[in-house]
């Protein structure tokens, strides 16, 4: 099975990330992984270390001419701000942080917890993330996320990033595509489009630039005020086949592993699929999306069963239906706050108030990027556990030979 393992500490000389189970035969493009990296680096509000950092991964294992030969792969990523060994421990524990319950379960200081339950951890994830992306991309499945919502304020779409989605997300009948590479040409425009308006963004947003504005002062005036926000990220997936995931078993089903991997990322305190909480408000009626049928997209990727909604957002029963992917976390505000909520003394048990460590005042628009990268990785694991992991080339075979069968099945 495809996994990864993270390594390493926040102010230590690196941190690796240990990929296992990718198949050989693809070539690696290193300035994806790097451009992940470089993203995670950015957006409005980040602290003093990205000034410190210029985050880049050695391929250090698995590879020969810069192709995958199906061993383990070593990622690493260096700290230029290594100093772990001369630094003091924290002298109180900061409240929303591990320092407190990780030092109990440990019986150790909080410096020692501090340091692996950071975020900068996270730039190991994205490297193993730029990884996995790779291999979704030869199999026509791309992967995108932005910033929907910071503090509360909503990021609405522009008309150019809507139509953009549209595209993504139609049919080559409804893009009056002349044929497939016509339509996969016309995609392919459309992701780049989406990039370019996304990362042009101080945010990482798809608003337009009074939205944004609005959302950079509010941030502004948490800096002032020494607090922190949160805010919310979306990721869409498009070009999944059917049946990625099983309803087979609890633990197999594909919308439980992508959020236990999201839920995993460090803030996090909420994820939804589709209309996620919505969905408790509404009748089932406005709900479930309805089934439809178009004979000419029947050579397609979706059998030619067609959805006029997405409000499953692409899961059902635990695997895909051929529909985009759509899942949203909520990142709760950092919990290193300048001005320092009430904690007590660890030692004497006195009310003081919480110390400091150099963080970020709102690192919503990176944390976008973590969510992104480890949903490509969840979603490169599903399908190798569908076509296998062996090589590129096999489960390229096996993806096209699932097609066939899904087709005559269909008929």
């Known amino acids: 099975m495809l996994t990864y393992h993270t390594a390493g500490e926040s102010h230590g000389k690196g941190l690796l990330a240990l990929v296992d189970g990718f198949p050989a035969g693809l070539e690696i493009r290193p300035e994806v992984i790097n451009y992940e990296l470089k993203r995670r680096q950015g ?12 985050d880049t991964a050695e391929i250090m294992t698995g590879v020969w001419d810069m192709t ?81 919502q910071v503090a509360g304020l909503d990021l609405t779409l522009t008309q150019d990033a809507q139509d953009a989605f549209k595209i993504l997300e139609s049919s080559e009948v409804e893009m009056g595509a002349t044929s497939a590479s016509d339509a996969e040409t016309k995609r392919k425009k459309a992701l780049e489009k989406l990039r370019n308006l996304r990362d042009e963004n101080a945010l990482y947003a798809l608003s337009g630039a009074q939205e944004t504005k609005k959302v950079t002062d509010r941030i502004d005036q948490a800096a002032g005020d020494g607090d922190t926000l949160g805010g919310i990220l979306e990721v869409r997936a498009f070009g999944l086949p059917f049946g990625l995931g ?141 076509f296998g992991n062996d090589s590129v080339a096999e489960i390229q075979a096996r993806v096209e030979l699932f097609q066939k069968m899904a087709e005559t099945h269909t008929k």
Not at 44 to 51: D, E, I, P, S, V
Not at 90 to 110: A, V
Not at 298 to 316: C, D, K, Q, V, Y
Not at 343 to 354: F, L, R
């Open 68 to 148: 995958t030969i199906g061993s383990p792969i070593a990622l690493w990523v260096k700290n230029r701000d290594y100093r772990l060994p001369s630094l003091p421990d924290l002298e109180t524990p900061r409240p929303g942080h591990g320092d407190l319950s990780g030092s109990r379960k440990y019986l150790s200081g909080m410096r020692a917890i501090l340091e692996r339950a950071s975020a900068r951890e996270t730039a190991a994830r994205v490297a193993a993330g730029g990884l996995a992306r790779q291999l979704l991309t030869i199999l026509g499945i791309e992967v995108f996320g932005f910033t929907a």
């Open 246 to 386: 099983t309803h087979a078993q609890w633990d197999e089903k594909l919308d439980g592993k992508l959020a236990q991997a999201v839920m995993a990322i460090q803030a996090m305190k909420g994820v939804e699929i589709g209309l996620g909480f919505q969905s408790a408000k509404l009748p089932g009626s406005e709900v479930h999306d309805a089934i439809g049928f178009d004979v000419d997209e029947m050579h397609t990727r979706t059998l030619g069963f067609t959805r006029p909604t997405n409000r499953a957002g692409g899961l059902e029963a635990g695997m895909t239906n051929a529909q985009p992917l759509v899942i949203r976390a909520a990142m709760k505000p950092i919990a290193t706050l300048r001005k320092g909520l009430p904690t007590v003394n660890p030692i004497t048990h006195e009310p003081v108030s919480a110390c400091w460590e150099r963080s970020d005042i709102c690192a919503v628009s990176a944390a976008g990027v973590v969510v992104e990268n480890v949903v490509a990785f969840a979603l490169a694991t599903a399908i190798t556990e569908k």
């Open 43 to 54: 957006g409005y509000g980040r602290g003093g270390r990205q000034n410190l950092e210029t």
